[in-house]
């Protein structure tokens, strides 16, 4: 018989790859919603290079992995359990939101996870590192989908300053291309943040498990796994989400989606840099708000957006609750099989 704790390091691993999986299809439309709303690329085209891109992307970096592995809790103290309802909890929470199309942050929904899985099994807040939480997830909050939205903005009325001389054939020609590019670019850095999460959690299980010391980086073989999982997701699609942000909250020309893609994906990049676990969705979303807003105010439809805000608001807190339930639910289970 396997010894316990690796078998529940394999649980924590197929857990994190079923994550993975889920967060490929549920924020595939990050990467490809402009593209696919501006008919530069069609759908199939457009998930197939969103795949490979996450893939690469995936294996650039592991300072977002480092994060979540030992920089929000004491990953020597919780067991692999704690880790599990985690997981549970993440995917539960990703998958009710794309269900209803809802294009929640699945970065948030894993960190609320584990905040609210860990603070109950300790039935303290102390287990939480929280200068960590406040830098690394509080602040990349709040003021990444604010800089997206800047930066899409004054890109956006950067390019119509610089383009007044220009036909719209031209500029849809043009930007026909160059949108292909900024799809690639937003794909990669989708890769190259999200991706790092589920490398995180396995990391802190293998920690937690004793198999690494603390701050250990992330093996070779985690990345690898994770990269894999990740393209999987996306080669599926998210065709619920991809409506919602590229069709319902503004009408998208080629030149309006590379403005999107390319804001968004530079403030993804430099987080995951950073080792920030930003919410992808929100830093698109917001971007593509900023774009419309651009051209004018009155272009966005603010009724989707609030609605995606909403989901912003409440992701922590209810990733957070699913968590804990799903903690004590394994906790039950637990006592019932030990009687």
């Not at 998208?252 to 950073?274: E, Y």
């Not at 830093?283 to 651009?294: Q, R, W």
């Amino acid at each position: 018989m396997p010894d316990s704790t690796v078998v529940a390091v394999i649980v924590v691993v197929l857990l994190a790859l079923v994550f993975d999986f889920i967060n490929g299809f549920h924020d595939t439309a990050n990467a490809i919603a402009c593209s696919v709303s501006t008919r530069v690329l069609s759908p199939r085209q457009a998930i197939i290079m969103a795949a490979v891109l996450n893939f690469l992307g995936a294996l650039m970096s592991h300072s977002v992995a480092k994060t979540i592995s030992s920089g929000l809790v004491d990953g020597a103290a919780i067991p692999q359990y704690v880790v599990c309802a985690t997981l549970v909890g993440a995917i539960v929470w990703n998958l009710i939101t794309w269900y209803y199309g809802i294009p929640s942050s699945s970065s948030h929904a894993l960190i609320g996870g584990l905040l609210g899985a860990s603070t109950t099994w300790a039935m303290s807040l102390h287990i939480v590192k929280w200068d960590g939480v406040l830098h690394k997830v509080i602040i990349p909050l709040v003021t990444s989908p604010v800089i997206g939205l800047l930066l899409g903005f004054m890109l956006m009325k950067f390019l119509f300053l610089v383009l007044t001389w220009a036909s719209p054939h031209f500029v849809n020609r043009w930007f026909f291309k160059l949108q292909i590019v900024s799809a690639g670019f937003m794909a990669w850095s989708h890769g190259m943040n999200d991706a790092q999460k589920s490398m995180g959690i396995i990391t802190l299980a293998l920690i937690s498990a004793g198999f690494l010391p603390v701050n250990a980086n992330v093996p070779t073989w985690v990345m690898l796994l994770c990269a894999l999982a990740m393209a999987g997701g996306t080669a599926c699609g998210g065709w619920r989400i991809i409506k919602t942000m590229g069709m319902n909250m503004f009408r998208l020309k080629p030149i309006n989606g590379f403005a999107a893609d390319t804001s968004g994906a530079a403030v993804i990049a430099t987080a995951s840099m950073l080792g920030a676990p930003v919410s992808t969705t929100h830093v698109i979303s917001s971007a593509i708000m900023g774009v419309g807003a651009a051209k004018r105010v009155s272009a966005v439809r603010w009724m989707v957006a609030r609605r995606i805000l909403m989901a912003w608001v409440i992701t922590l807190p209810a990733s957070a609750i699913v968590g804990a339930s799903a903690l004590l639910l394994i906790e039950q289970f637990r006592q019932i099989m030990n009687m």
